[in-house]
């Protein structure tokens, strides 16, 4: 009976021994697989500028490169690919992180412009951020920064031959596609601030106007866009360029214009001078020298006064570097800074 009741006892034993392994093998053999997903089939919005490639794959010929926007996914993966649709046709993306495969060695540096402090064989990187052709990436040794300027990649098709679009007519309503990269804007004025930038696509127009405006449906609600022409008001002086980053040919004040074409940050437009190309990003024009102005342990109301007043007529901007005892001994002088469009530094209350 003894020995009845220990083989019993050993067999209970090992049958909780091996449950758990049973379990967790049944539970990894019926995991599915991850091919088709279609948990998000329609709009969804990439938050980070993206590249498109004609198959699933980060070593496929990428196809184009688009500024942060809403796509129409068609169909999803579960590894993160999605098939996009759109103006040049249907391509893949990938939606889960902004990867990009370097497809030859490339110097990396601590910061853009800077000194070459290694190499990264060919790979695939996330990227943290990007900068014009500058992309700050992740490595083994922390962020750094790679320039893709001149790495190869596949040409990008021609755009599809659209069918002539005349000009909306007066209440025109309805779908109508626009053949250049536009912005919108909340009223139906140039000088108005820019809300979002649309490559070439067909919108709703909700109602078109006489003189070229007219107002469409986006996905941050409605917005008026220019419809007869690539038209751009540039809220600033601009230097002008035979070729993207060459030697600077002219200067252009603040003005509407008529884009021609657009590399990036650059923008060919119409001038006086025929075709010229001017940079129209945020910060200085790459490749150019620059200096920065600083004024410390202000603001005095009579120095300061007097340096606000001379920069103002030679239309420069500089930072000043305040006491928080000058600040509140002349607030009005401090709030005269700021309107001007200067900075403002930290030099503590008494310095």
């Given at each position: ?11 209970l034993v090992c049958l909780l021994l091996i449950q758990p ?331």
């Open positions: 009976m003894r020995r009845i009741y220990r083989f019993g006892l050993a067999f392994v049973y379990i967790a093998v049944t539970a990894v053999n019926d995991t599915p697989a991850q091919t088709e997903d279609t948990s998000i089939i329609g709009q969804q919005r990439i938050s980070w500028r993206f590249v498109v490639y004609d198959e699933p794959n980060f070593r496929a010929p990428v196809r184009g490169a688009f500024d942060p926007q809403t796509v129409n996914i068609i169909s999803q993966q579960g590894d993160g690919w999605a098939l996009i649709r759109t103006w040049r046709g249907n391509f893949w993306v990938y939606v889960r992180d902004n990867l990009r495969f370097l497809t030859q060695p490339m110097p990396i540096f601590d910061r853009i412009g800077g000194r070459a402090a290694g190499t990264i064989p060919p790979q695939l990187v996330r990227v943290l951020s990007q900068e014009g052709t500058w992309l700050q990436i992740s490595t083994w040794l922390g962020p750094r920064f790679v320039n893709i300027q001149g790495m190869p990649v596949a040409p990008e098709p021609e755009p599809p031959v659209e069918p002539p679009t005349p000009p909306p007519t007066p209440g025109q309503t309805g779908p109508h596609y626009i053949p250049w990269r536009f912005a919108t804007y909340l009223e139906p004025n140039f000088r108005t601030t820019i809300q979002d930038f649309y490559n070439p696509q067909t919108v709703d127009i909700v109602q078109a106007r006489e003189d070229g405006w007219a107002q469409i449906a986006t996905w941050r609600g409605d917005r008026w866009v220019y419809l007869t022409d690539n038209r751009l008001f540039i809220d600033r002086d601009v230097t002008l360029h035979n070729t993207p980053g060459g030697p600077v040919v002219a200067r252009l004040n603040s003005q509407v214009v008529r884009i021609l074409d657009q590399d990036g940050d650059w923008f060919q437009i119409s001038t006086w001078l025929g075709p010229r190309w001017a940079f129209l990003g945020r910060g200085p024009v790459p490749g150019t020298k620059r200096i920065a102005l600083t004024f410390d342990d202000g603001p005095h109301p009579v120095h300061t006064a007097r340096l606000l007043d001379a920069l103002a007529a030679r239309d420069v901007a500089a930072t000043f570097y305040v006491l928080g005892s000058q600040v509140s001994a002349n607030p009005q002088l401090a709030a005269r800074i700021v309107r001007e469009g200067h900075e403002i530094g930290n030099h503590s209350y008494s310095h």
